[in-house]
């Protein structure tokens, strides 16, 4: 009998079903004390303190009047402008997946100036700005990315949030000339406004949105747990290495091939498909809804790629072997319906096998489970040849 299938595996499938789980946020109380020990800390060290508070003349400059990658749909109602799915998914994808299609995960926000400093202004939705395996750099900070003289993307700053709203320098002094700059939003918090400051009378150029993104439909590890900022989630990485356009529609928990999930995917004019759910599903699931959603996608989109992933392994199956026969089984699943629909006439398709996802030492993951920065970008780095293949590149 297979681990799915086998009641007295019960509880420990809830768990790793739900390997991306559903976070839970520190509450006010909790992050009001989590403050108060940072401020202990940054008197000893002040290189530790949250972002320096904006106090300089700056031009504010929106966000939402250029638009945003990763904010699909966008000519479609939102509930909220930075909700991940449009208004209309309310009541037909699964009550969680609306719930935290409500993040910002993956969305970006790019534009030139000359400006020696940068500030940002962002009001977050949630109350709580960290967890307890993932900081409030990576649940509710927001991120700055900058192209050097040779076109490449290098790391700037991230915000340090210490309260619901953000209003803070994040960095100064920076080396003359224009380039062009992007800003990642909050991975594990939805944001209500988003303002990039420049200096008074600096120019400023908002640009606008990318079109044929990658999209990426998946589970908490998608979603972004638990990078310590929003640019370093494996998605994020490649969009900067392949320089391309990414929608990140990762959901905590509840990534699980939905058909319904699926009507909203096969409705983007997107460049390639990558479906990243095992970790949230069992063999069974694999199995009934694969073959099913690659369908769906391939009815409405003939001629994107599709790419399939195996589940990570857990940093400690090595050690657990109720764990490790679980990854066998769901790769197993996995690579079955790959067969069948090659098999069946389905062309575009390509694998990416899980076994090496973290990397081969046990250090790629923060809780067993999610990757740390370092394992995603190791995933990044199994991805990128074959997304490279899949796109033409």
């Not at 060290?45 to 904006?54: G, L, N, Q, V, Y």
């Not at 969305?107 to 307890?132: A, C, Q």
């Not at 069992?282 to 409405?300: F, I, S």
């Not at 940093?315 to 657990?320: E, Q, R």
């Amino acid at each position: 009998m297979g681990l799915a299938s086998a009641w007295g595996m019960r509880p420990f499938l809830i768990a790793l079903g739900l390997s991306g789980f559903l976070f839970t946020f520190s509450t006010v109380a909790q992050g009001n004390a989590a403050a108060a020990k940072a401020s202990e800390t940054s008197k000893l060290d002040p290189a530790m303190a949250a972002s320096k508070a904006t106090d300089a003349a700056v031009d504010w400059h929106d966000a939402a009047a250029f638009g945003l990658e990763g904010r699909e749909w966008a000519n479609e109602e939102r509930a909220r402008f930075y909700d991940r799915l449009p208004a209309a998914a309310e009541g037909k994808v699964p009550g969680p997946v609306w719930s935290l299609s409500r993040d910002s995960a993956g969305m970006m926000f790019r534009f030139k100036t000359d400006s020696s400093e940068i500030h940002v202004h962002y009001k977050l939705t949630k109350p709580g700005l960290g967890m307890p395996h993932m900081p409030a750099t990576g649940v509710s900070g927001v991120d700055l990315y900058a192209r050097n003289a040779e076109g490449k993307w290098g790391w700037v700053s991230v915000s340090r949030p210490q309260a619901q709203e953000v209003r803070v320098e994040l960095i100064k002094g920076l080396a003359p000339g224009s380039r062009e700059y992007a800003v990642y939003l909050p991975l594990y918090n939805g944001v209500e406004f988003l303002k990039v400051g420049v200096r008074k009378g600096a120019s400023f150029e908002g640009l606008k949105p990318r079109a044929k993104p990658v999209v990426f439909y998946g589970t908490s590890i998608t979603h972004g747990a638990c990078a310590s900022r929003p640019g370093m989630v494996h998605t994020a990485i490649l969009g900067r290495r392949l320089d391309v356009p990414v929608a990140n529609l990762g959901f905590s928990g509840n990534g699980r091939m939905d058909v319904s999930v699926g009507e909203f995917l096969a409705r983007l004019d997107a460049s390639a498909y990558v479906i990243d759910c095992l970790p949230n599903m069992g063999p069974a699931d694999v199995t009934a809804r694969c073959e099913a959603l690659v369908k769906q996608l391939r009815v409405a989109r003939p001629t994107v790629p599709i790419v399939l992933v195996e589940d990570r392994r857990f940093t400690n199956s090595w050690i657990t072997p109720a764990k490790s026969k679980f990854h066998d089984d769901n790769h197993a699943a996995l690579k079955g319906a790959f067969e069948r629909l090659k098999a069946g006439g389905v062309t575009g398709l390509h694998y990416i096998g899980g076994d090496h996802l973290y990397g081969d030492d046990t250090e790629g993951a923060t809780d067993a489970s999610h990757a740390s920065d370092l394992g995603f970008m190791r995933q990044a780095d199994i991805f990128e040849p074959v997304l490279r293949k899949a796109l033409g590149r």
